[in-house]
């Protein structure tokens, strides 16, 4: 009598070599919302939990770059127009291969040649006279 209780499977089928779930690089998901399945774009079905992780770990690199993308734009807003131009100087300058030249003379010279610094407000007004006296014809 308890084997008339016994249901038997056979057609239930064991495979063995498919392959378990999507090894894609950049998995791309469509959801089905009939079968209730989430599938990749190579076709394999993928786990819900793994596609949310999947998207959650994405979209946190994504946050992270915007942060630090953010973050370097505030320090460029807070460094001078001039500091940039010092900055690429100093980079052309430290590889060893280029020397800055005199903007006069357009001869090169070393930085460590430089001998004094001038005030850039009486640099400015002597060079305002010296343009001011050109036009009248005073130089």
């Known amino acids: 009598m308890e084997s008339d209780k016994l249901i038997q499977l056979d057609f239930l089928r064991v495979e063995r070599n498919k392959p378990r779930k999507c090894v894609c690089e950049r998995p791309k998901y469509s959801v ?5 399945e989430i599938t990749c774009e190579c076709g394999m079905v993928v786990d819900p939990f793994e596609a949310m992780l999947n998207l959650a770990s994405h979209y946190e690199h ?3 770059q915007h942060r630090m993308l953010n973050e370097q734009r505030q320090q460029w807003i807070k460094e001078k ?3 940039i131009i010092f900055k690429r100087l100093e980079r052309s300058y430290q590889k060893g291969t280029m020397l800055p030249c005199c903007p006069q003379c357009e001869r090169m010279f070393d930085f460590k040649d430089v001998t004094f610094f001038v005030n850039a407000e009486f640099y400015r007004k002597q060079a305002e006279k010296s343009k001011v006296g050109e036009r009248d014809g005073k130089l």
Do not use: G
């Open 81 to 83: 127009p001039h500091s």
């Open 62 to 64: 994504l946050n992270h």
């Open 32 to 36: 089905d919302t009939v079968n209730r």
